[in-house]
């Protein structure tokens, strides 16, 4: 990274930073109050020659974006996110691309090649998506499409992306999330 790429700050202090990160960072010549503030992402600490492992605690301890640009990204993430479901991966993988809306046919590979062990949990079941208030079998059937099968998954979803990706009204998503959210309380 080109010390044009740094942003330079005068808060040394990095609340929170561990002596071993703010060490490498410097090493690298990187402010350690620009990672603090957010303003580096974790593939800026990559391409600088942060070491992966400290990038990626300095990436979950300050919540830092992967990239401030997504520039194929979406496959590998998807493999690296846990707690995705087979159509969820499907879903963002498939946004990798100008075909990103064909969520048919991700969504119908990923269960034709699940299994019934597959299908087995060691927890509870996830709440039906119809249990939503205001959630008819169509609309559920449409949030299926993209992958969004649970009250659950509803809950945590990003309202705008899934309105503008299924063509549906925004306020019906928001209102649908939050109800969803209800459920849980």
Request: proline share 4%; aromatic share 6%.
């Amino acid at each position: 990274m080109s010390n044009e790429n740094v942003i330079e700050s005068t808060d040394d202090t990095a609340a929170g930073l561990e002596e071993s990160a703010r060490v490498a960072l410097e090493k690298v010549g990187i402010e350690p109050a620009v990672v603090s503030k957010k303003d580096c992402s974790y593939r800026m600490l990559l391409d600088a020659g942060v070491e992966e492992s400290v990038a990626d605690s300095l990436r979950r301890q300050f919540s830092l974006p992967w990239s401030f640009t997504s520039e194929g990204d979406l496959d590998r993430r998807s493999s690296e996110v846990r707690g995705l479901g087979a159509a969820e991966r499907e879903w963002v993988a498939a946004s990798a691309d100008s075909t990103w809306q064909a969520f048919e046919s991700a969504s119908s590979r990923a269960a034709e090649t699940e299994t019934a062990s597959d299908t087995e949990r060691p927890w509870p079941e996830p709440t039906p998506i119809t249990q939503v208030a205001g959630v008819s079998p169509e609309k559920a059937q449409k949030l299926a499409e993209a992958g969004i099968t649970s009250a659950e998954r509803l809950a945590t979803i990003p309202a705008r992306d899934v309105a503008t990706a299924l063509d549906l009204n925004v306020l019906h998503v928001r209102t649908w999330r939050y109800n969803a959210r209800e459920l849980f309380k």
